[in-house]
């Protein structure tokens, strides 16, 4: 069964850094675009990166130039290197994955189980 497994979240300082990771585990054919989203309590799920498998990368307009999005294909893994965190910055951040198992099967979405970044003092 493919999974997408999350690590690196916790308890930071404003102004500190953490950085998460997301592998895409099971049996899978190809990992098109992954990415990472986080939802705030009371707010609606929001972008925070994404990243194809090309390397292009696309940025939330409140995480640009703070945070970095990356990713090794070999290891169907996505990183995101979290800079300069803000208390605003507080949520459960979830991992996204589209991906194809099987060769001419179609595109599936994927969500990790989410993982919380708490940025305070």
């Known amino acids: 069964q493919m999974q997408l497994v999350e690590s690196g979240g916790g308890l930071v300082q404003p102004g500190g850094s953490l950085r998460l990771t997301c592998a895409a585990s099971?049996?899978?054919?190809?990992?098109?675009?992954m990415g990472w989203y986080r939802q705030a309590p009371g707010k609606q799920r929001e972008l925070v990166a994404t990243?194809?498998?090309?390397?292009?990368?696309n940025y939330g307009d409140s995480v640009k130039g703070r945070f970095t999005i990356s990713r090794d294909n070999a290891k169907n893994t996505v990183y995101l290197q979290m800079n300069s965190l803000k208390p605003e910055d507080t949520a459960v951040y979830y991992c996204?994955?589209?991906?194809?198992?099987?060769?001419?099967?179609?595109?599936?979405?994927?969500w990790g189980q989410g993982t919380q970044v708490t940025v305070s003092s």
């Open positions: 099971g049996s899978i054919f190809r990992v098109n675009a």
């Open positions: 990243i194809t498998s090309g390397g292009s990368t």
């Open positions: 996204n994955a589209r991906v194809v198992l099987e060769i001419y099967s179609d595109v599936n979405e994927y």
